[in-house]
């Protein structure tokens, strides 16, 4: 186990992204002109107000989509190189398909009893939410952003274990967690994303991992 983390973390380490934090800074300014969007939208009464304090599955939809267009835009129009298979969006091994199916619904188990010890509860969402945010385009951005694109950029200076550790802390900050409880849940499945993208070489199978999180995890709470 341990030579085969060891091999994976040599080979992220000396992957060098072609991008850098300015293109991560570049992505943040579009995720901030997108905020400033829809309060415009608003304040012209164009969008109500509740779309921006709790937004509409379609409103998110649009977002999730409009973000990992410019994701993939930033990189590729300030570079002109490939960007899905440098992001490590390849296909992962059979092994690492069936880790990924396993631990994402264990993770999901154990996150649903924590919330249950600490009286907390997941927020309800519709089921087709679920299919294309919680199953489909949720986890293709989130880690797409986080252990794609950040994770090697951030392995190339710290290593690729505290990496996987401070994009885990930035992916529960990118979701604006309200408690402790939140806050303990979104590190760890962050942390088991990063483990999976290293150990596996690929992103698809980060991915994978999330989207069973969120479809246990949604299927726990309905139990």
Known sequence: ?????????????????????????????????????????????????????????LLQIAMVVSLSLALYLVLKFRHHQPVLQPLGWVWPRPAHIVVAVIAGILLASGVALYLRFRHQSTQPIAVMELLFLGLLLGPILEESLFRGCLLPLLAQTTGSRIAVILTAILFALFHQPPNLAHWVSFTATGVAYGWIRVASRSTAAAALMHATYNLALFLSARC
């Open 1 to 57: 186990m341990r030579a085969h983390w060891s091999e994976a973390k040599n080979h992220l380490e000396h992957l060098k992204p072609y991008w850098s934090y300015e293109d991560i800074g570049v992505f943040f300014l579009v995720l901030v002109l997108l905020g400033l969007v829809l309060r415009l939208f608003v304040r012209f009464h164009l969008l109500p107000r509740s779309e921006v304090t709790k937004p509409s599955g």
